[in-house]
């Protein structure tokens, strides 16, 4: 079953999309959920996109089985991809004239309940009669929900909802238990915890915000340092600045933000202080599309800041990646005293989904520790040559040894140099950390056939469409895999080489207009891959996208014949 | 250069530069307040000034230009037992930094900010600070065709609780102003008069020696508004002194249940919280 709710900003969309997601997995269902909403907080128009069924869902698809429609422009927008035998629930007072109307008269039955506000809540009453579901679960999500003070008028709302349509579907659930249901973004602040995290500073800004919001609510549970800074300037300095002086640190922001952002992640780089930096991108140029989603900064975040030094990207593929591969960042930013970039995007920052509950000990202890030498601090040296590259790091104030970073050139006490030869060295020692982190580096993900044919390739969060249209053609007989990093640069070569030396034809699937993960690949490996499948809208890339994509370049119906 | 355990290195500072006399009163006052090198943690950003932690036998952290202030704030969030002094120029402080200038004010993070300020841009050999005097038909060298900045009114506006103007040739008044701010608990500025030998032909030791005067006994550093007074007074007469200090909660006095007297180094993860947290997702 796929859901769209559609309306204006301030409508109460986000609220009631967030009621009905949780009323679901409480009833048994897998549920995925996205969000498509405006730069605006009054007006406009918003959606949400609730799929959910017996068997997990994973990715949102295009063709609707309910359009729920708060206003004419909801209808308007949605109503082409709401199936024939599809509803369409609205208030008979819009006017529409539809088939497959079912009219509720929404806006009198909330007024009925106290307040016009109500009316998502009248809305749940009626999905819930007409699907099948137990009224009392939705209730009780609601006292979850609510405040004390509103939940009267509210519980009138979804009986009086319930009551106005007759039961059109029994679903059967299949009891899916033990299940938690969250956000890309919930999931990535919570690993960020596992991971250790101390400090985070960040500047207010979509679609990154809800991970400062996040941590600011759950600072004193956590005992996290968070602060708000003036600008993306200051948080990543004020991160540096925490830890040079010892606490795992992370900042988060958004394109524009990271841009600013750019010089301190030098500054990361050769005072070699572990920082996470998570880049929940969002379309750009500069403002570009500001509560919408791409994947467009891979380049950027793979190569931004003059000067040589290692770091490492990872791109976050879905709920469980951004819990698990955000702990997994903080500690190889410790490990290896590298500044570790996490793409995520605006897609799976604001969905939410049920997935399997996180193992919170597995994301602590994700990455082995360098076994380190005993450190006599009266001959401390901060930036040791060493054979690994990594030098002992120590926390200034905790012993007797001097800590200084530099963001000059420096000797192994991190004191400033012109010379020749530490220059050299130090080039060499920084660089030397990536053969030690080439060792754990992670293959891409593998799904589909297991000598595919055509071979996909993506990154980052559009993973899950991928496997699920890699499913859909597989049981079209198609000869399809597909190969979505995670780790993406430094780039794991090694699964890549080997299953496209077999592929007959090899495509980029990618939220960005100039294929940028080809563009990697054949800077990487020498590959070239034969077309891509591009989207750069704003909007994420579907599983119908990805067929239709594939689709027109013919060979997918070749193979498949 | 300071006998103490804070003595100072060689330095890449020209012959005659007002630093040195800068470093070398802070090694004496840090002496004085028997710290350890260990507890001590000097920031800088970029510049003649901000040099100094290259020089002192302390933790040190150079940053980036402008962005002395940020990281030292952290700094001292996280790890609250270091003694914290950003030592920086007028172009790190006023210039390239004055957005976090300005907000590590209302932060009021227990640190200590001393602005070498010679009112020119050193470094770079010779180009107008935002501190730099105004223009007049006979000044020669860099001036301010824009309207200088005004650090210790700013400062006040935003509301620091230690302001203070000291000149680096008045080494007596220099160091117990040093010392006041450093004992100072919140953000302390002292602005630091400082000749620049090479570049600065104007506003000389000779200049600063003859148009500097101490505050009188009996004034009243706990009144904003004489404060701000005081601190449009620049010209003829340059007050040096405290010209205001309250005591107000600190950065980590106003979130005690987060700085709760264990060092946020020293915190750990408590898997049982995350794993109840996750546990409402259900």
Redesign the interface.
């Known amino acids: 079953m796929n859901i769209c709710i559609g309306g204006a900003a301030g409508d109460g969309i986000e609220t009631m999309a967030g009621i009905l997601e949780k009323t679901l997995q409480r009833s048994g269902f897998h549920v995925y959920s996205m969000r498509d909403f405006m730069s605006r907080i009054r007006g406009g128009h918003n959606f949400a996109q609730i799929r959910f069924g017996e068997e997990p869902v994973t990715a949102h698809i295009d063709a609707l089985d309910i359009l729920i429609a708060y206003d004419l422009r909801s209808y308007e927008e949605h109503q082409a991809r709401l199936k024939p035998e599809g509803l369409l629930l609205a208030d008979p007072q819009l006017g529409i004239e539809d088939k497959r109307l079912l009219p509720v008269a929404l806006k009198t039955l909330a007024k009925e309940s106290g307040s016009a506000r109500t009316i998502g809540v009248v809305c749940i009453g009626a999905l819930a009669k007409l699907l099948g579901l137990e009224l009392d679960t939705a209730k009780a999500v609601l006292k979850e929900s609510l405040p004390e003070k509103l939940l009267e008028m509210n519980i009138t709302a979804i009986e009086k909802g319930y009551d106005s349509v007759e039961k059109k579907h029994a679903l059967v659930s299949p009891k899916v238990e033990g299940q938690i249901l969250l956000t890309g973004a919930e999931a990535l602040s919570m690993g960020a915890i596992a991971g250790g995290l101390r400090f985070y500073s960040a500047y207010p800004m979509s679609p990154a915000t809800s991970i400062l919001n996040f941590v600011t609510a759950h600072a004193e549970e956590f005992s996290l340092a968070v602060e708000q800074a003036e600008d993306e300037i200051a948080a990543i300095n004020m991160a540096l600045g925490a830890s040079f002086a010892g606490a795992k640190a992370m900042v988060g922001t958004s394109g524009g933000g990271f841009a600013l952002m750019v010089e301190a992640l030098g500054l990361a780089g050769i005072a070699e202080l572990p920082v996470v930096i998570v880049d929940v991108q969002r379309p750009g140029p500069a403002t570009g599309l500001p509560t919408r989603t791409e994947q467009s900064d891979l380049l950027f975040t793979c190569f931004a800041s003059q000067g040589e030094f290692p770091r490492m990207v990872i791109a976050v593929r879905n709920h469980a990646d951004a819990f698990y591969q955000t702990a997994r960042a903080m500690q190889l930013a410790h490990k290896y005293q590298i500044p570790v970039l996490v793409l995520s995007d605006q897609y799976l920052a604001d969905s939410a989904a049920t997935v399997e509950p996180f193992d919170v000990k597995k994301a602590a202890s994700s990455v082995k520790p360098l076994e380190q030498e005993a450190v006599d601090p009266a001959d401390y040296l901060r930036y040791k040559i060493t054979d690994s590259g990594i030098s002992p790091m120590l926390v200034p104030g905790k012993t007797e040894a001097l800590v200084r970073s530099d963001s000059d050139e420096h000797t192994e006490d991190g004191t400033i140099t012109e010379s020749a030869e530490v220059r050299v060295q130090m080039v060499d020692k920084r660089a030397r950390k990536l053969d030690l982190l080439a060792e754990e580096l992670l293959e891409p993900e593998y799904v589909g056939s297991k000598e595919p044919e055509v071979l996909l390739i993506g990154f980052g969060t559009t993973h899950n469409a991928i496997a699920e249209a890699v499913s859909v053609l597989n049981k079209r007989g198609v000869s399809i895999g597909a190969l979505s990093f995670g780790d993406i640069y430094p780039l794991p070569t090694k699964e890549l080489k080997r299953y496209w030396s077999k592929a007959k034809a090899v495509y980029s699937v990618e939220q960005n207009a100039t294929a940028q993960l080809a563009r990697l690949v054949r800077m990487e490996t020498g590959l070239s891959v034969d077309q891509s499948v591009l989207k750069y809208d704003g909007r994420q890339l579907s599983v119908d996208d990805i067929v239709h994509g594939l689709e027109a370049f013919g060979t997918v119906k070749e193979v498949s014949k | 250069m300071s006998n103490g355990v804070f003595h100072c290195s060689e330095t890449a500072w020209c012959p005659g530069c007002g630093n040195f006399d800068i470093v070398n009163t802070l090694t004496g006052v840090l002496d004085d307040l028997k710290l350890?090198?260990?507890?001590l943690?000097l920031?800088g950003g970029?510049g003649q000034a901000a040099?100094l932690?290259?020089y002192v036998?302390?933790?040190?952290?150079?940053?980036?230009h402008g962005?002395a202030l940020?990281?030292?704030?952290?700094?001292?969030?996280?790890?609250e037992?270091?003694t914290v002094i950003v030592d920086t120029g007028d172009g790190d402080s006023y210039g390239e930094g004055g957005?976090?200038f300005?907000?590590n004010i209302r932060?009021n993070v227990d640190i200590t900010h001393f602005a070498h300020d010679n009112q020119i841009y050193g470094l770079t050999k010779g180009q107008t600070s935002p501190t730099s005097d105004p223009c007049s038909e006979d000044r020669t060298g860099a001036c301010n065709l824009s309207k200088p900045f005004n650090p210790l009114m700013i400062a006040l506006a935003a509301g620091a609780t230690f302001v203070a103007r000291s000149f680096s040739g008045n080494k007596e008044h220099l160091a117990k102003t040093m010392k006041a701010a450093i004992q100072h608990k919140g953000y302390a500025l002292v602005d630091i008069l400082q000749p620049c030998v090479s570049f600065n032909k104007v506003n000389t030791f000779g200049y600063y020696k003859e148009h500097t005067y101490e505050l009188e006994e009996g004034y009243d550093k706990t009144d904003l508004q004489t404060a701000v007074l005081r601190s449009m007074e620049y010209g003829p007469k340059i007050p040096i002194g405290i010209l205001y200090q309250v005591q107000k909660p600190t950065y980590h006095q106003q979130r005690p249940?987060?700085y709760?007297g264990?060092l946020?180094?020293d915190?750990q993860?408590?898997?049982k919280?995350?794993?109840a947290?996750?546990?409402k997702?259900?």
């Open positions: 350890k090198p260990s507890e943690l920031v970029i040099k932690n290259q036998n302390a933790n040190g952290f150079s940053g980036l962005r940020p990281a030292a704030a952290a700094a001292k969030m996280v790890n037992k270091l957005n976090h300005l907000h932060r249940a987060i709760d264990t946020m180094v915190k993860l408590s898997e919280k995350l794993e947290l996750l546990a997702y259900a």
